[in-house]
């Protein structure tokens, strides 16, 4: 299974934008790119997804780069509400299974 | 809307009692797993179920059944417990196996083995 590789933190402040990193150069042609976080003692809670082009929620942006191997997960204004961790992750057809890394560690200061 | 229902919040067992968490899904979802999630590291998939009638082994089997007799319930049974199963665990679900599809998960079990 391709891997994909995030700072283990980062810190930003309230409302303004965040943008975390993710690096996957072994993603192949199939590969989906999608993000989850995990609040505090919740269960972690799907954010966005993409194969190639940008694409763009109410919870999120995120950029791929063009040659696919790394990713950006944009939060347009962060809320304390948005101190989680972050986790990227590549699925393909056939291999639904989710493989979580140790993700981002995201801080909100007031 | 329920969604993902995991029971019970909370348990605390004895080593080599046995046990039964329960999934309960209300979105007719096919696709539906286990995780389980230790501190410090991500989760790790236990099983997972493809369908009703199907299940298959994820990344740490060892310990744990599974059986999916519906589409909506997907039980992890615990046979002994082991003191190494104290951890938090997650079931999820989705609508099929296409990847395109985002998972849904419970707000977990969290477990205690004395």
């Known amino acids: 299974d391709a891997k994909t590789t995030q700072p283990n933190s980062m810190e930003s402040n309230e409302e303004e934008p965040v943008h975390l990193p993710c690096n996957h150069s072994?993603?192949?042609?199939?590969?989906?790119i999608h993000w989850y976080r995990q609040l505090p003692s919740q269960g972690p809670e799907y954010v966005i997804h993409g194969l190639t082009s940008n694409v763009n929620n109410r919870m999120a942006s995120l950029a791929i780069a063009e040659d696919r191997k790394s990713s950006t997960l944009i939060l347009h204004r962060a809320t304390l509400r948005d101190a989680a961790v972050y986790y990227c992750?590549?699925?393909?057809?056939?291999?639904?299974?989710?493989?979580f890394g140790t993700g981002t560690r995201l801080t909100i200061i007031p | 809307n329920a969604g993902v229902t995991q029971t019970p919040k909370f348990q605390v067992l004895k080593t080599g009692q046995s046990m039964t968490l329960q999934c309960a899904q209300d979105m007719n979802h096919e696709y539906m797993s286990w995780y389980r999630q230790d501190p410090g590291m991500g989760l790790r998939l236990i099983h997972y179920?493809?369908?009703?009638?199907?299940?298959d082994q994820g990344e740490v089997p060892n310990g744990y059944n599974v059986s999916r007799s519906t589409t909506e319930d997907f039980p992890l049974r615990l046979l002994s417990a082991a003191p190494s199963q104290t951890s938090v665990y997650f079931c999820?679900?989705?609508?099929?196996?296409?990847?395109?599809?985002?998972?849904?998960f419970g707000d977990g079990t969290r477990l205690s083995i004395l």
């Open positions: 072994t993603i192949s042609g199939t590969d989906y």
């Open positions: 992750i590549l699925t393909n057809f056939g291999n639904e299974k989710l493989t």
């Open positions: 179920s493809v369908g009703a009638g199907i299940t």
């Open positions: 999820a679900s989705s609508s099929d196996r296409n990847s395109n599809q985002p998972q849904h």
